[in-house]
Protein backbone atom coordinates (compact mmCIF):
# COMPACT_ATOMS: atom_id res chain seq x y z
CA UNK A 1 0.00 0.00 0.00
CA UNK A 2 3.06 2.50 0.58
CA UNK A 3 6.70 2.77 -0.29
CA UNK A 4 8.68 1.53 3.08
CA UNK A 5 12.39 2.06 2.09
CA UNK A 6 14.55 3.24 -0.66
CA UNK A 7 17.97 4.09 -1.15
CA UNK A 8 20.68 5.21 -3.79
CA UNK A 9 21.79 2.70 -6.67
CA UNK A 10 24.83 3.35 -7.99
CA UNK A 11 25.17 1.41 -11.12
CA UNK A 12 23.33 2.66 -13.94
CA UNK A 13 24.01 6.48 -13.03
CA UNK A 14 24.92 8.53 -16.20
CA UNK A 15 25.92 12.13 -16.54
CA UNK A 16 26.73 14.12 -20.10
CA UNK A 17 27.91 17.66 -20.63
CA UNK A 18 27.72 19.04 -24.36
CA UNK A 19 27.59 23.15 -25.80
CA UNK A 20 24.63 24.34 -23.79
CA UNK A 21 23.63 21.56 -22.30
CA UNK A 22 23.85 19.20 -19.29
CA UNK A 23 22.66 16.01 -18.81
CA UNK A 24 22.15 13.70 -15.87
CA UNK A 25 20.49 10.29 -14.68
CA UNK A 26 20.47 8.99 -10.95
CA UNK A 27 19.11 5.52 -9.39
CA UNK A 28 17.52 4.56 -6.61
CA UNK A 29 16.27 1.56 -5.15
CA UNK A 30 12.60 1.32 -3.84
CA UNK A 31 10.82 -1.06 -1.78
CA UNK A 32 6.57 -0.99 -1.29
CA UNK A 33 4.88 -3.24 0.96
CA UNK A 34 2.38 -4.76 -1.43
CA UNK A 35 2.95 -6.39 -4.92
CA UNK A 36 -0.19 -4.98 -6.24
CA UNK A 37 1.79 -1.22 -5.51
CA UNK A 38 2.07 -0.24 -9.17
CA UNK A 39 4.17 2.44 -10.63
CA UNK A 40 1.69 5.69 -9.34
CA UNK A 41 2.54 5.05 -5.51
CA UNK A 42 6.50 5.24 -6.73
CA UNK A 43 5.77 8.03 -8.51
CA UNK A 44 3.57 10.25 -5.91
CA UNK A 45 6.01 9.12 -2.99
CA UNK A 46 8.98 10.87 -5.27
CA UNK A 47 6.81 13.75 -5.39
CA UNK A 48 6.08 14.22 -1.87
CA UNK A 49 9.12 13.27 0.14
CA UNK A 50 11.59 15.69 0.89
CA UNK A 51 14.36 13.18 0.81
CA UNK A 52 13.99 11.68 -3.18
CA UNK A 53 13.87 14.05 -6.28
CA UNK A 54 10.51 15.54 -7.65
CA UNK A 55 9.73 17.22 -10.88
CA UNK A 56 11.50 20.26 -11.21
CA UNK A 57 14.16 19.70 -7.96
CA UNK A 58 17.44 20.60 -9.13
CA UNK A 59 20.01 17.48 -9.68
CA UNK A 60 21.95 15.86 -6.07
CA UNK A 61 22.99 12.44 -6.28
CA UNK A 62 25.89 11.16 -3.93
CA UNK A 63 28.70 14.01 -3.71
CA UNK A 64 27.38 15.36 -7.15
CA UNK A 65 24.91 18.44 -7.52
CA UNK A 66 23.70 21.21 -10.19
CA UNK A 67 21.45 23.77 -9.30
CA UNK A 68 20.16 24.40 -12.97
CA UNK A 69 20.06 21.04 -14.21
CA UNK A 70 16.33 20.14 -13.27
CA UNK A 71 14.36 16.83 -13.10
CA UNK A 72 12.23 16.46 -15.79
CA UNK A 73 11.27 12.43 -15.98
CA UNK A 74 10.71 9.93 -12.99
CA UNK A 75 10.62 6.54 -14.73
CA UNK A 76 9.89 3.82 -12.52
CA UNK A 77 10.47 -0.13 -13.34
CA UNK A 78 9.92 -3.07 -11.50
CA UNK A 79 12.79 -5.52 -10.64
CA UNK A 80 11.60 -8.94 -12.40
CA UNK A 81 12.77 -11.10 -9.75
CA UNK A 82 10.71 -9.34 -7.10
CA UNK A 83 7.55 -8.18 -6.73
CA UNK A 84 7.99 -5.58 -4.23
CA UNK A 85 11.46 -3.80 -5.42
CA UNK A 86 11.98 -1.07 -7.76
CA UNK A 87 14.27 0.59 -9.56
CA UNK A 88 13.28 4.63 -10.06
CA UNK A 89 15.62 6.32 -13.09
CA UNK A 90 15.28 10.00 -12.42
CA UNK A 91 16.41 12.43 -15.35
CA UNK A 92 18.13 15.77 -15.11
CA UNK A 93 18.73 18.14 -17.54
CA UNK A 94 19.53 22.17 -18.19
CA UNK A 95 17.75 23.77 -20.27
CA UNK A 96 18.87 24.61 -23.67
CA UNK A 97 17.83 28.78 -23.92
CA UNK A 98 17.93 29.03 -28.14
CA UNK A 99 15.87 26.12 -28.65
CA UNK A 100 13.19 27.04 -25.84
CA UNK A 101 12.78 30.31 -27.04
CA UNK A 102 9.67 31.84 -27.89
CA UNK A 103 7.52 34.68 -28.87
CA UNK A 104 4.75 37.06 -27.42
CA UNK A 105 1.69 37.80 -28.68
CA UNK A 106 3.14 40.99 -30.57
CA UNK A 107 6.03 38.26 -32.17
CA UNK A 108 9.16 39.87 -29.71
CA UNK A 109 11.35 36.93 -28.85
CA UNK A 110 11.22 35.66 -25.36
CA UNK A 111 12.97 32.88 -23.27
CA UNK A 112 9.80 33.30 -20.52
CA UNK A 113 7.12 30.97 -20.73
CA UNK A 114 4.60 33.25 -19.50
CA UNK A 115 4.80 35.60 -21.94
CA UNK A 116 4.57 32.76 -25.02
CA UNK A 117 1.76 33.95 -27.23
CA UNK A 118 -1.29 31.41 -27.42
CA UNK A 119 -0.88 28.32 -30.39
CA UNK A 120 -4.01 27.69 -31.80
CA UNK A 121 -4.69 24.00 -33.61
CA UNK A 122 -7.73 23.31 -35.96
CA UNK A 123 -9.48 20.61 -36.96
CA UNK A 124 -12.55 18.41 -38.25
CA UNK A 125 -14.33 15.83 -35.83
CA UNK A 126 -16.47 13.56 -37.94
CA UNK A 127 -18.77 11.71 -36.24
CA UNK A 128 -22.76 10.12 -36.47
CA UNK A 129 -25.65 11.47 -35.72
CA UNK A 130 -29.77 10.18 -35.13
CA UNK A 131 -31.26 12.37 -38.27
CA UNK A 132 -34.58 13.67 -36.61
CA UNK A 133 -34.90 16.14 -39.53
CA UNK A 134 -34.55 15.09 -43.33
CA UNK A 135 -35.49 16.18 -46.76
CA UNK A 136 -37.76 13.04 -48.89
CA UNK A 137 -36.90 12.73 -52.45
CA UNK A 138 -39.49 10.10 -53.04
CA UNK A 139 -42.97 11.62 -52.75
CA UNK A 140 -45.16 10.21 -50.06
CA UNK A 141 -48.76 10.95 -49.28
CA UNK A 142 -49.24 14.61 -48.00
CA UNK A 143 -45.62 15.28 -48.43
CA UNK A 144 -44.15 16.64 -51.73
CA UNK A 145 -40.76 15.87 -52.83
CA UNK A 146 -37.68 17.60 -50.73
CA UNK A 147 -39.99 18.59 -47.57
CA UNK A 148 -37.99 19.03 -44.53
CA UNK A 149 -39.53 16.80 -41.44
CA UNK A 150 -39.17 13.62 -39.26
CA UNK A 151 -37.88 9.99 -41.28
CA UNK A 152 -41.31 8.24 -41.74
CA UNK A 153 -43.12 5.57 -43.74
CA UNK A 154 -45.88 6.20 -46.94
CA UNK A 155 -48.13 5.68 -43.80
CA UNK A 156 -46.39 8.19 -41.89
CA UNK A 157 -45.66 6.39 -39.30
CA UNK A 158 -41.85 7.17 -37.42
CA UNK A 159 -39.20 4.91 -38.03
CA UNK A 160 -37.80 3.23 -35.02
CA UNK A 161 -35.05 3.42 -35.15
CA UNK A 162 -34.43 6.45 -37.08
CA UNK A 163 -31.76 6.83 -39.58
CA UNK A 164 -28.63 8.13 -39.06
CA UNK A 165 -26.38 10.46 -40.41
CA UNK A 166 -22.46 11.62 -40.98
CA UNK A 167 -21.72 14.91 -39.21
CA UNK A 168 -18.87 17.29 -39.18
CA UNK A 169 -17.74 19.97 -36.62
CA UNK A 170 -14.69 22.20 -36.34
CA UNK A 171 -12.18 21.76 -33.65
CA UNK A 172 -10.31 24.75 -32.00
CA UNK A 173 -7.79 24.29 -29.68
CA UNK A 174 -5.89 26.65 -27.85
CA UNK A 175 -2.85 26.40 -26.04
CA UNK A 176 -1.96 29.18 -22.71
CA UNK A 177 1.23 29.63 -21.12
CA UNK A 178 -0.35 29.46 -17.12
CA UNK A 179 1.57 30.10 -13.79
CA UNK A 180 -1.34 27.28 -12.30
CA UNK A 181 -4.18 25.09 -13.34
CA UNK A 182 -7.11 26.76 -13.91
CA UNK A 183 -9.04 23.61 -11.86
CA UNK A 184 -11.77 26.10 -11.58
CA UNK A 185 -12.62 26.45 -15.84
CA UNK A 186 -11.92 22.22 -15.80
CA UNK A 187 -14.41 21.79 -13.14
CA UNK A 188 -17.10 24.51 -14.02
CA UNK A 189 -16.96 24.92 -17.80
CA UNK A 190 -16.17 21.75 -19.24
CA UNK A 191 -19.18 20.25 -21.32
CA UNK A 192 -20.66 23.62 -21.51
CA UNK A 193 -21.80 26.06 -24.38
CA UNK A 194 -21.55 29.31 -25.01
CA UNK A 195 -24.76 31.49 -23.03
CA UNK A 196 -24.08 34.32 -25.30
CA UNK A 197 -22.34 35.63 -28.52
CA UNK A 198 -18.36 35.05 -28.05
CA UNK A 199 -15.73 36.32 -30.09
CA UNK A 200 -11.91 34.84 -30.11
CA UNK A 201 -8.86 36.75 -31.05
CA UNK A 202 -5.09 35.44 -31.42
CA UNK A 203 -3.01 38.53 -31.69
CA UNK A 204 0.31 36.33 -33.16
CA UNK A 205 -2.14 34.26 -35.24
CA UNK A 206 -4.04 37.29 -36.82
CA UNK A 207 -6.94 34.93 -36.16
CA UNK A 208 -10.87 36.13 -35.28
CA UNK A 209 -13.80 33.75 -35.10
CA UNK A 210 -16.58 34.49 -33.51
CA UNK A 211 -19.40 32.06 -32.35
CA UNK A 212 -22.99 32.92 -31.86
CA UNK A 213 -25.54 31.41 -28.62
CA UNK A 214 -24.96 27.84 -28.44
CA UNK A 215 -22.56 27.36 -31.38
CA UNK A 216 -19.19 26.52 -28.72
CA UNK A 217 -18.99 23.75 -26.50
CA UNK A 218 -16.40 23.84 -24.13
CA UNK A 219 -15.06 19.95 -24.77
CA UNK A 220 -11.76 19.85 -22.54
CA UNK A 221 -9.22 21.60 -20.77
CA UNK A 222 -6.08 19.85 -19.91
CA UNK A 223 -2.53 20.77 -18.89
CA UNK A 224 0.66 19.87 -18.36
CA UNK A 225 3.36 20.67 -15.82
CA UNK A 226 6.71 22.48 -17.03
CA UNK A 227 9.95 24.15 -15.44
CA UNK A 228 12.89 25.82 -17.23
CA UNK A 229 15.39 28.80 -16.23
CA UNK A 230 14.99 32.33 -17.18
CA UNK A 231 16.68 35.31 -16.01
CA UNK A 232 15.49 37.92 -14.63
CA UNK A 233 15.50 41.67 -14.99
CA UNK A 234 19.12 41.93 -12.92
CA UNK A 235 20.62 38.82 -14.75
CA UNK A 236 19.92 35.95 -12.17
CA UNK A 237 18.93 32.42 -13.18
CA UNK A 238 15.72 31.09 -11.56
CA UNK A 239 13.58 28.38 -12.37
CA UNK A 240 10.26 29.11 -13.64
CA UNK A 241 7.54 26.59 -12.90
CA UNK A 242 4.70 26.96 -15.42
CA UNK A 243 1.57 25.00 -17.44
CA UNK A 244 0.30 24.26 -20.87
CA UNK A 245 -2.90 24.43 -20.59
CA UNK A 246 -5.44 23.38 -23.80
CA UNK A 247 -8.94 24.34 -24.34
CA UNK A 248 -10.42 22.44 -26.65
CA UNK A 249 -13.48 23.67 -28.29
CA UNK A 250 -15.78 22.42 -30.77
CA UNK A 251 -18.08 24.33 -32.92
CA UNK A 252 -21.44 23.27 -34.39
CA UNK A 253 -23.38 25.39 -36.99
CA UNK A 254 -26.85 25.25 -35.79
CA UNK A 255 -25.64 24.87 -32.00
CA UNK A 256 -25.38 22.34 -29.39
CA UNK A 257 -29.10 22.27 -29.45
CA UNK A 258 -31.22 19.44 -29.30
CA UNK A 259 -34.30 19.26 -31.90
CA UNK A 260 -36.81 16.53 -31.58
CA UNK A 261 -40.35 16.34 -33.78
CA UNK A 262 -43.48 16.59 -31.17
CA UNK A 263 -44.46 12.85 -30.93
CA UNK A 264 -45.62 9.88 -28.32
CA UNK A 265 -48.15 7.09 -28.03
CA UNK A 266 -50.06 9.22 -24.96
CA UNK A 267 -52.18 12.50 -25.97
CA UNK A 268 -52.89 14.71 -23.42
CA UNK A 269 -56.04 14.90 -21.52
CA UNK A 270 -56.59 18.17 -19.65
CA UNK A 271 -59.75 19.86 -19.06
CA UNK A 272 -60.96 20.69 -22.45
CA UNK A 273 -59.18 18.64 -24.28
CA UNK A 274 -60.45 15.65 -26.58
CA UNK A 275 -61.27 12.50 -24.92
CA UNK A 276 -60.55 9.78 -27.40
CA UNK A 277 -64.29 8.73 -27.63
CA UNK A 278 -66.08 11.74 -29.29
CA UNK A 279 -66.39 14.16 -26.68
CA UNK A 280 -64.38 16.72 -24.62
CA UNK A 281 -62.21 15.63 -21.08
CA UNK A 282 -64.32 17.40 -18.26
CA UNK A 283 -67.86 17.01 -20.26
CA UNK A 284 -70.74 14.71 -19.80
CA UNK A 285 -71.89 12.93 -22.96
CA UNK A 286 -74.78 15.44 -23.30
CA UNK A 287 -72.45 18.44 -23.45
CA UNK A 288 -72.94 19.56 -19.94
CA UNK A 289 -69.98 20.12 -17.63
CA UNK A 290 -69.04 17.48 -14.92
CA UNK A 291 -68.79 18.84 -11.06
CA UNK A 292 -66.20 18.35 -8.88
CA UNK A 293 -67.08 15.15 -7.62
CA UNK A 294 -67.37 13.66 -11.02
CA UNK A 295 -64.10 14.92 -12.00
CA UNK A 296 -62.38 13.79 -9.46
CA UNK A 297 -63.56 10.44 -9.65
CA UNK A 298 -63.35 10.13 -13.83
CA UNK A 299 -59.43 11.94 -12.72
CA UNK A 300 -58.23 11.00 -9.51
CA UNK A 301 -55.35 12.84 -8.34
CA UNK A 302 -52.36 11.50 -8.93
CA UNK A 303 -53.03 10.02 -11.95
CA UNK A 304 -51.66 11.19 -15.14
CA UNK A 305 -53.97 13.55 -17.04
CA UNK A 306 -53.05 11.47 -20.45
CA UNK A 307 -54.75 9.20 -22.73
CA UNK A 308 -53.62 6.04 -24.81
CA UNK A 309 -53.84 6.67 -28.33
CA UNK A 310 -55.96 4.30 -30.30
CA UNK A 311 -56.22 2.84 -33.50
CA UNK A 312 -59.76 2.65 -35.76
CA UNK A 313 -60.12 -0.74 -34.45
CA UNK A 314 -59.81 0.27 -30.44
CA UNK A 315 -56.04 -1.77 -30.15
CA UNK A 316 -53.26 0.53 -28.81
CA UNK A 317 -50.88 2.35 -30.85
CA UNK A 318 -47.32 0.36 -30.87
CA UNK A 319 -45.64 3.29 -32.73
CA UNK A 320 -45.03 7.01 -31.78
CA UNK A 321 -47.15 9.63 -33.86
CA UNK A 322 -46.17 13.34 -34.40
CA UNK A 323 -47.91 15.82 -32.30
CA UNK A 324 -49.28 19.45 -32.92
CA UNK A 325 -47.29 20.89 -30.23
CA UNK A 326 -50.70 21.11 -28.04
CA UNK A 327 -50.30 17.41 -26.86
CA UNK A 328 -52.63 15.97 -29.76
CA UNK A 329 -51.81 13.69 -32.61
CA UNK A 330 -51.53 16.49 -35.45
CA UNK A 331 -54.11 16.53 -38.30
CA UNK A 332 -52.26 15.48 -42.20
CA UNK A 333 -52.33 19.16 -43.36
CA UNK A 334 -50.89 20.77 -40.01
CA UNK A 335 -46.79 21.50 -40.15
CA UNK A 336 -44.74 19.25 -37.93
CA UNK A 337 -43.98 20.67 -34.47
CA UNK A 338 -40.31 20.92 -33.54
CA UNK A 339 -39.65 20.91 -29.85
CA UNK A 340 -36.08 22.46 -28.77
CA UNK A 341 -33.92 20.89 -26.12
CA UNK A 342 -30.72 22.20 -24.48
CA UNK A 343 -28.97 18.96 -22.72
CA UNK A 344 -25.80 21.00 -21.93
CA UNK A 345 -25.17 24.06 -19.01
CA UNK A 346 -24.58 27.20 -20.81
CA UNK A 347 -22.14 30.22 -19.53
CA UNK A 348 -20.34 33.39 -21.05
CA UNK A 349 -17.12 31.98 -22.54
CA UNK A 350 -15.80 35.63 -21.47
CA UNK A 351 -14.91 33.86 -18.53
CA UNK A 352 -11.99 31.70 -19.98
CA UNK A 353 -10.21 34.78 -20.80
CA UNK A 354 -9.26 33.52 -23.92
CA UNK A 355 -8.96 36.34 -26.38
CA UNK A 356 -5.49 38.60 -26.38
CA UNK A 357 -6.28 42.18 -25.51
CA UNK A 358 -7.50 44.35 -28.70
Given at each position: ?14 G????G?R??T ?138 M ?21 A ?102 A ?21 D??G ?32 F ?11
Amino acid sequence: MAVVDFGLHWSGATGSWESGRREYTAVYRVWTDDPLDGPITIILEFQSNPLLPSLGSPFAYGNDGDAWAYCNKIDPQREDRSSMLWMVVCTFATIDKEKEQGRDKDGNPTDNPLEFHSELEISKAQYQRVAERVWNLTALPGRPVNTAGPATNSAGVLFDPPPMRDDSHLVLRITKYMDHFPEDHARQYCDGINSKKFTLHLAFQQFTSTFFRHEAKLQNIGGSFNARIVQDEDGRQQLLRYYKVAYEIHQRDGGWIEEVPDRGLQARAKLGDPDGRGGTVGFKADGSAMDNEEMAAAYPSGVPQVRVLKDAWGENLREPVLFNGQGQPKADADPVFWIKYRTLKEFPFDALNLSDPT
